[in-house]
């Protein structure tokens, strides 16, 4: 698997060191060379196999002779060892759970199969890496979970101040060893530029062996591709065989992952980008010009970004077509009264709990169907976080509905641990040094 960057066609670099690197450079993103198209016949078949069985094939496809096939066999089932069931709530509406995972939200899966392909390429005796990842709520829990234990990295977490909830908090600053968090008095959108500016700083990088785990990391994309081929063949084996996605989007590597899996095969109809305020891309998609803005807090808070990163992968997916992307994308946003009343709704409707990122992708569905009243696919809202995770946002009937995960309970005695740094690059870059 060769890779080049976005902003320099020509460049070309293995599978290994765009792991380790994160970011070319240039500050464009890694994307693969060449996008392998999936046999037809496992597509038409897919409903035989089971997630891991799936999650191989995919990452076979794509990472060719990268890592041998039984070593890639046994990493992929290590780091994909839960669930994601589409959940059935009427005849033609799903909700597709990702938060089985260790930290409770689909982070999981990018986050575990990284950690592992990282801890597989470290050799013994080689320099310390350095992870460093910004969070808006869910990232930070799913990487600290990820690499927490792994010989050789240290993992550096910035979230922002005041804009992530109890739980997230409580996953983000409570592991120790070598996981560390810093508290940002920001927002994610600034915790984001600070990573950006860590990885194009020449002294920081003679000194330190430093990596992402965002989403820019192309080994956080690749696994997020498993769960779309499998929730098809789930809708497969119900007969259903046209599907429509609507995906929660905040810095748009969940529905980036979804787009690469259509360009390497999946049947897809059509895919739905759902934001709350922050709506870089809906007004992009509606007006043509692509203008970033400071983000908004809102309840759904891992969607709080004002300039996601990942969009170029898409608009490279695209080769900068806009028009051509505006037929397989369409966006919405929703606000957090909106989101309030989806939650009430999604309870009323289906006796089922989501969390307000969740709510968001549901109302996205519906907004979808009245301008498109003759598609009759069969629709999956991704839900993204496990309810428990926003104990403030629910009615309190609701709230004493929700199931507490133990391994949430296991963090309630567990002490705070961060470090506090302001939005310039100097302070955080001292902050490495010293550290």
Known sequence: MKLYSTNNKDLRVSFKEAVFNSMPLDKGLYMPVEIPQLDADFIENIDRYSLPEIAYKVASTLLKDEIPAEDLKALVEEAINF???????????????????????????????????????????????????????????????????????RVTILYPEGKVSPIQELQLTTNGANIRAIEVKGTFDDCQALVKQAFADEELNKKFRLTSANSINISRLIPQTFYYFNTYAQLKRQGLNDVVFSVPSGNFGNIGAGLLAYKMG??????????????????????????????????????????????????????????????????????????????????????????????????AIDQYRKDN??????????????????????????????????????????????????????????YLLSK
């Not at 808006?136 to 829990?141: A, H, R, V």
């Not at 990487?143 to 010989?151: D, M, S």
Request: hydrophobic content about 40%; proline content about 6%.
């Open 373 to 430: 009243p003759a598609d009759k696919s069969a629709a999956v809202f991704l839900s993204t976080a496990h309810p428990c995770k926003f104990p403030d946002i629910f009615p309190k009937d609701m709230a004493n509905e929700i199931t507490i995960p133990s391994q949430v309970k296991a963090l309630e005695n567990k002490p705070k641990h961060a470090d506090k740094l302001g939005v310039d690059f100097q302070g955080f870059k001292d």
């Open 266 to 363: 999946l049947p897809v109809k059509q895919f739905i980008a759902a934001t709350n305020v922050n709506d870089t891309v809906p007004r992009y998609l509606e007006n043509g010009v692509y203008e970033t803005k400071p983000s908004v807090q809102t309840y759904a808070n891992a969607m709080d970004v004002g300039a996601p990163s990942n969009w170029v992968r898409i608009m490279d997916l695209f080769n900068q077509d806009l028009a051509k992307l505006k037929e397989k994308v369409v966006a919405y946003r929703f606000d957090d009264e909106e989101t309030l009343s989806a939650i009430k709704e999604i309870y009323k409707k289906f006796d089922y709990i989501a969390c307000p990122h969740t709510a968001i992708a549901y109302l």
């Open 83 to 153: 669930n994601a069931p589409a959940v059935k709530l009427d005849e033609k509406t799903f909700v597709l759970e990702l938060f089985h995972g260790p930290s409770l939200a689909f982070k999981d899966f990018g986050a575990r199969f990284m950690s592992r392909v990282m801890a597989y390429f470290l050799k013994d005796g080689e320099q310390l890496l350095d992870v460093l990842v910004a969070t808006s709520g869910d990232t930070g829990g799913a990487v600290a979970l990820g690499f927490l234990g792994v010989p050789n990295t």
